[in-house]
Protein backbone atom coordinates (compact mmCIF):
# COMPACT_ATOMS: atom_id res chain seq x y z
CA UNK A 1 0.00 0.00 0.00
CA UNK A 2 0.76 3.47 -0.36
CA UNK A 3 3.15 4.89 2.53
CA UNK A 4 1.70 8.29 4.51
CA UNK A 5 4.92 9.73 7.04
CA UNK A 6 3.83 12.10 10.06
CA UNK A 7 6.12 14.32 12.12
CA UNK A 8 6.62 14.81 14.98
CA UNK A 9 6.15 10.98 16.58
CA UNK A 10 5.64 12.69 19.61
CA UNK A 11 5.86 15.87 20.86
CA UNK A 12 5.64 17.17 24.61
CA UNK A 13 5.09 20.99 24.93
CA UNK A 14 3.77 23.44 27.49
CA UNK A 15 0.57 24.84 28.20
CA UNK A 16 -0.30 28.17 25.69
CA UNK A 17 2.94 26.88 22.73
CA UNK A 18 1.43 25.75 19.68
CA UNK A 19 2.32 22.49 17.59
CA UNK A 20 2.68 21.81 13.93
CA UNK A 21 2.16 18.09 12.87
CA UNK A 22 3.13 17.46 9.32
CA UNK A 23 1.71 14.85 7.12
CA UNK A 24 3.09 13.86 3.79
CA UNK A 25 2.36 11.07 1.39
CA UNK A 26 5.50 9.50 0.26
CA UNK A 27 4.31 8.04 -2.98
CA UNK A 28 1.47 9.49 -4.40
CA UNK A 29 -0.34 12.44 -4.46
CA UNK A 30 -2.80 12.96 -1.98
CA UNK A 31 -6.24 14.82 -3.50
CA UNK A 32 -7.83 14.52 -0.30
CA UNK A 33 -6.23 14.60 3.39
CA UNK A 34 -7.87 13.89 6.43
CA UNK A 35 -7.14 14.70 9.92
CA UNK A 36 -7.98 12.11 13.14
CA UNK A 37 -7.93 12.22 16.78
CA UNK A 38 -8.11 9.32 18.88
CA UNK A 39 -8.66 9.93 22.85
CA UNK A 40 -7.62 6.75 24.73
CA UNK A 41 -9.94 3.93 24.32
CA UNK A 42 -12.26 5.48 21.90
CA UNK A 43 -12.49 5.55 18.31
CA UNK A 44 -11.18 8.21 15.73
CA UNK A 45 -12.60 11.42 15.50
CA UNK A 46 -12.81 13.08 12.34
CA UNK A 47 -11.59 16.58 12.80
CA UNK A 48 -11.26 18.39 9.44
CA UNK A 49 -10.62 16.99 5.43
CA UNK A 50 -8.25 19.25 3.56
CA UNK A 51 -8.48 19.00 -0.63
CA UNK A 52 -5.37 20.40 -2.05
CA UNK A 53 -5.15 24.25 -2.18
CA UNK A 54 -8.67 25.44 -1.06
CA UNK A 55 -10.13 25.48 2.88
CA UNK A 56 -10.33 22.31 5.10
CA UNK A 57 -13.80 21.52 6.37
CA UNK A 58 -14.02 21.33 10.19
CA UNK A 59 -16.20 18.81 11.82
CA UNK A 60 -18.70 19.86 13.90
CA UNK A 61 -17.26 21.21 17.57
CA UNK A 62 -13.72 21.59 16.21
CA UNK A 63 -12.52 25.40 16.22
CA UNK A 64 -10.94 25.85 13.08
CA UNK A 65 -8.90 29.23 14.59
CA UNK A 66 -7.40 26.53 17.30
CA UNK A 67 -6.41 23.57 14.71
CA UNK A 68 -4.93 25.59 11.40
CA UNK A 69 -5.25 23.44 8.77
CA UNK A 70 -2.96 23.61 5.58
CA UNK A 71 -2.85 21.43 2.21
CA UNK A 72 -0.43 23.36 0.43
CA UNK A 73 0.53 20.93 -2.12
CA UNK A 74 -0.48 16.97 -2.85
CA UNK A 75 1.80 15.59 -0.98
CA UNK A 76 2.01 17.44 2.50
CA UNK A 77 -0.45 19.09 4.85
CA UNK A 78 -0.54 20.42 8.24
CA UNK A 79 -1.63 20.52 11.14
CA UNK A 80 -1.11 23.20 14.03
CA UNK A 81 -2.81 23.14 17.61
CA UNK A 82 -2.15 26.24 18.61
CA UNK A 83 -2.57 27.35 22.30
CA UNK A 84 -2.35 24.26 23.21
CA UNK A 85 -4.20 23.11 26.74
CA UNK A 86 -4.05 19.99 28.69
CA UNK A 87 -7.17 18.57 27.21
CA UNK A 88 -5.39 18.95 23.44
CA UNK A 89 -3.45 15.90 24.82
CA UNK A 90 -4.35 13.28 22.60
CA UNK A 91 -3.22 11.03 19.59
CA UNK A 92 -3.43 12.50 15.74
CA UNK A 93 -3.41 10.61 12.93
CA UNK A 94 -3.70 12.06 9.25
CA UNK A 95 -4.26 9.86 7.01
CA UNK A 96 -4.33 10.39 2.83
CA UNK A 97 -6.51 9.51 0.19
CA UNK A 98 -5.87 9.61 -3.85
CA UNK A 99 -3.39 7.24 -5.97
CA UNK A 100 -4.89 4.00 -6.91
CA UNK A 101 -7.23 3.57 -4.11
CA UNK A 102 -10.11 6.06 -4.87
CA UNK A 103 -11.61 5.36 -1.37
CA UNK A 104 -8.96 3.53 0.50
CA UNK A 105 -7.35 5.54 3.25
CA UNK A 106 -3.78 5.16 4.12
CA UNK A 107 -2.71 6.37 7.71
CA UNK A 108 0.53 7.96 8.66
CA UNK A 109 1.62 6.62 12.00
CA UNK A 110 0.18 9.22 14.53
CA UNK A 111 1.55 11.96 16.56
CA UNK A 112 1.46 11.71 19.96
CA UNK A 113 1.01 15.27 21.57
CA UNK A 114 1.07 15.42 25.33
CA UNK A 115 0.32 19.24 26.83
CA UNK A 116 2.06 20.28 30.04
CA UNK B 1 -28.31 5.95 15.78
CA UNK B 2 -24.75 5.86 15.32
CA UNK B 3 -23.97 5.62 11.31
CA UNK B 4 -21.55 2.73 11.90
CA UNK B 5 -22.56 0.68 14.85
CA UNK B 6 -20.23 -2.54 15.81
CA UNK B 7 -20.64 -5.55 18.02
CA UNK B 8 -19.00 -4.01 21.70
CA UNK B 9 -17.07 -6.62 22.17
CA UNK B 10 -13.82 -7.15 23.63
CA UNK B 11 -14.18 -11.09 22.18
CA UNK B 12 -11.77 -13.36 24.20
CA UNK B 13 -10.86 -16.20 22.17
CA UNK B 14 -8.51 -19.17 22.39
CA UNK B 15 -5.79 -19.90 19.35
CA UNK B 16 -7.15 -21.66 16.41
CA UNK B 17 -11.04 -20.22 17.40
CA UNK B 18 -13.05 -19.10 14.45
CA UNK B 19 -14.98 -16.13 15.48
CA UNK B 20 -16.92 -13.36 13.36
CA UNK B 21 -17.58 -9.48 13.60
CA UNK B 22 -20.65 -7.65 12.65
CA UNK B 23 -21.34 -4.24 11.53
CA UNK B 24 -24.39 -2.20 10.46
CA UNK B 25 -24.34 0.99 8.85
CA UNK B 26 -27.39 3.44 8.65
CA UNK B 27 -27.39 5.05 5.32
CA UNK B 28 -28.07 3.08 2.53
CA UNK B 29 -26.32 4.99 0.27
CA UNK B 30 -22.85 4.04 1.45
CA UNK B 31 -20.27 2.93 -1.47
CA UNK B 32 -17.60 1.81 -0.43
CA UNK B 33 -16.73 -0.43 2.76
CA UNK B 34 -13.36 -1.66 4.42
CA UNK B 35 -12.32 -3.52 7.52
CA UNK B 36 -8.89 -1.76 9.49
CA UNK B 37 -7.41 -3.47 12.10
CA UNK B 38 -5.68 -1.07 15.13
CA UNK B 39 -3.21 -2.29 17.37
CA UNK B 40 -2.70 -0.24 20.60
CA UNK B 41 -1.13 2.98 20.21
CA UNK B 42 -0.65 2.72 16.58
CA UNK B 43 -2.40 3.84 13.40
CA UNK B 44 -5.08 1.89 11.73
CA UNK B 45 -3.90 -0.52 8.66
CA UNK B 46 -6.32 -1.62 5.66
CA UNK B 47 -7.06 -4.87 6.53
CA UNK B 48 -8.96 -5.88 3.41
CA UNK B 49 -11.94 -4.00 1.03
CA UNK B 50 -15.44 -5.81 1.38
CA UNK B 51 -17.06 -6.09 -2.11
CA UNK B 52 -20.95 -7.08 -3.05
CA UNK B 53 -20.48 -10.55 -3.68
CA UNK B 54 -17.86 -11.25 -0.73
CA UNK B 55 -13.87 -11.34 -0.57
CA UNK B 56 -11.61 -13.85 1.39
CA UNK B 57 -8.04 -12.76 2.03
CA UNK B 58 -6.42 -16.08 3.63
CA UNK B 59 -8.25 -16.78 7.13
CA UNK B 60 -10.09 -13.54 6.73
CA UNK B 61 -13.76 -13.49 5.20
CA UNK B 62 -15.41 -10.48 4.42
CA UNK B 63 -19.24 -9.98 3.63
CA UNK B 64 -22.14 -7.42 2.43
CA UNK B 65 -25.68 -7.31 2.51
CA UNK B 66 -26.67 -3.93 0.97
CA UNK B 67 -30.51 -4.61 1.88
CA UNK B 68 -29.95 -5.19 5.46
CA UNK B 69 -27.28 -2.80 5.73
CA UNK B 70 -24.73 -5.20 7.17
CA UNK B 71 -21.08 -5.84 6.67
CA UNK B 72 -19.21 -9.11 8.32
CA UNK B 73 -15.71 -10.20 9.16
CA UNK B 74 -14.90 -13.98 10.07
CA UNK B 75 -11.40 -14.71 11.08
CA UNK B 76 -10.71 -18.22 11.48
CA UNK B 77 -7.75 -20.66 12.69
CA UNK B 78 -7.00 -17.16 15.17
CA UNK B 79 -3.55 -16.63 16.43
CA UNK B 80 -2.41 -14.83 18.82
CA UNK B 81 -1.22 -12.25 16.51
CA UNK B 82 -4.63 -11.38 15.48
CA UNK B 83 -5.20 -9.65 18.69
CA UNK B 84 -5.81 -5.77 17.87
CA UNK B 85 -8.87 -3.56 17.64
CA UNK B 86 -10.91 -3.98 14.17
CA UNK B 87 -12.65 -0.76 12.61
CA UNK B 88 -15.51 -1.27 10.52
CA UNK B 89 -15.09 1.35 8.02
CA UNK B 90 -17.79 3.10 6.08
CA UNK B 91 -17.51 5.72 3.19
CA UNK B 92 -20.00 7.20 0.80
CA UNK B 93 -17.77 7.91 -2.18
CA UNK B 94 -18.27 10.79 -4.15
CA UNK B 95 -15.29 13.29 -1.41
CA UNK B 96 -17.68 12.34 1.42
CA UNK B 97 -16.04 11.51 4.45
CA UNK B 98 -15.30 8.35 5.91
CA UNK B 99 -17.33 7.19 9.06
CA UNK B 100 -15.13 5.29 11.58
CA UNK B 101 -17.07 1.95 13.78
CA UNK B 102 -15.88 2.34 17.30
CA UNK B 103 -14.13 -0.57 17.03
CA UNK B 104 -14.15 -4.38 18.31
CA UNK B 105 -11.48 -5.35 20.51
CA UNK B 106 -10.04 -8.78 20.03
CA UNK B 107 -8.10 -10.91 22.21
CA UNK B 108 -6.65 -14.41 21.47
CA UNK B 109 -5.56 -16.41 24.26
CA UNK B 110 -2.91 -19.25 24.12
Not at chain 1, 83 to 95: R, T, V, W
Request: glycine content about 8%.
Amino acid sequence: GAVVSQHPSRVICKSGTSVKIECRSLDFQATTMFWYRQFPKQSLMLMATSNEGSKATYEQGVEKDKFLINHASLTLSTLTVTSAHPEDSSFYICSARGGSGYNEQFFGPGTRLTVL
Amino acid sequence: RKEVEQDPGPFNVPEGATVAFNCTYSNSASQSFFWYRQDCRKEPKLLMSVYSSGNEDGRFTAQLNRASQYISLLIRDSKLSDSATYLCVVNMGGGFKTIFGAGTRLFVKA
